[in-house]
């Protein structure tokens, strides 16, 4: 079976500009721009109070983003900010001058003209913006990796996006929704990865993501002394670390990013040491669709190799550990139905508490009773079929 592997980070360190991405009082603009949502709602964050007392640690806290909209995941909170940015600019005008219901005026419309957004996707991601742009009255067109599930697809195509699979990977798909938004009168791309001349976005979308991380810090009331957070292309990881890293400026927290080991191009990276970014390529065959991403969002990259202390890259049993453990918690704990994706952190976890090859990780780490972990889910069951045959079933690759 294929084995959990981790790495230090031992980058040397660069300049801090990326951090301001996640600047707080921007972040408090974004949060009450999500609020302006009609059907806006905190998501919950889970206390597995009975799992701490299991393996000994003070706590385990679990963000639950399957409820976020009503759409099963928390991207949408970055594809619905960055249409909301990028009409805000069109109009002249700062985002906290514009609510809900002045992006859904006629006038705002009448001014902004017509506009589609371009975006590539696994599923979640294009779905929060088919959904964002069905909310705001705008257009949609999305690419998806061959191998995307078709329920994923159709959810996107209720929302009334242009949406297809193609026969190419993610990045490739990234390539295509950029051509055909060039070809496109009033075409944005909408991406969560960034590259060379493309950052103003991104940085939007990472920012988006940062109303969870704000609820979930209100919501836990307390510092947290750990965060193990997922990453695809990082821009995840980098909103979480870099909020985090600008809420508790003492530091003291150990911050963990965990990959998919068919798709680890930030641990590959840490591993080479140097602090350039190294890339994955071709096909990434693994369950946890959200994180098949080969290329790294470069401003991403610049908060993660200043504030992540490890990276660590996991084979599929982990996500399938951490879906089966969250679906049928010890008893007095609450059930959370987290995807592939989702779940991969918590599986972790549950294996460096466990493997006794782990047991240096866990001390380096430093988890013991005092210890209060925070993780997010950041999909249910997205795929409802997958998910049944991976929890019921175990059907996964383990090797």
Known sequence: MEQIKWVRNQMPPTQEEALQVMAL?????????????????VTPLQALCRLADFYHLGGIFVKDESYRFGLNAFKVLGGSLAMGKHIAKTLGKDLSELDY????????????????FFTATDGNHGRGVAWAANKLG?????????????????????????????????????????AAACQTPGGVVVQDTAWEGYTE??????????????EALEQLGQKPTHVFVQAGVGSLAGAVIGYIANHFVEGGIQMVVVEASEAACLYNSAVAGDGRIRIVTGDMPTIMAGLAC????????????????????????????????????????PRVISGESGAVTLGFLASVMEEETLKPLKEHLGLNEESIVLLFSTEGDTDPEHYRQIVWQHHFKEE
Request: include cysteine; glycine fraction near 8%.
């Open 25 to 41: 009082n921007e972040m408090d603009k974004v949060h009450t721009f999500h609020k302006s949502f009609p059907m806006y709602e």
């Open 101 to 116: 219901d002045t992006f859904i005026s006629t006038e705002t419309k009448k001014q902004l003209g017509d506009a589609t």
């Open 138 to 178: 705008q257009k949609a067109v999305v690419f998806m990796p061959k191998g995307s599930q078709t329920i994923r697809l159709q959810n996107i195509q209720k929302e009334g996006a242009t949406a297809t699979i193609e026969t190419v990977n993610y990045d490739e798909c990234v390539r295509l929704a950029t």
């Open 201 to 214: 976005i991104p940085s939007w979308i990472m920012q988006g993501y940062g109303t969870m991380v704000k």
């Open 294 to 333: 080969g290329e790294p969002n470069t401003i991403s990259w610049e908060i993660l190799k200043n504030h992540t202390h490890y990276f660590v890259s996991c084979p599929d049993w982990v996500a399938a550990k951490g879906m089966c453990i969250l679906g049928a918690p010890l008893k007095g704990d």
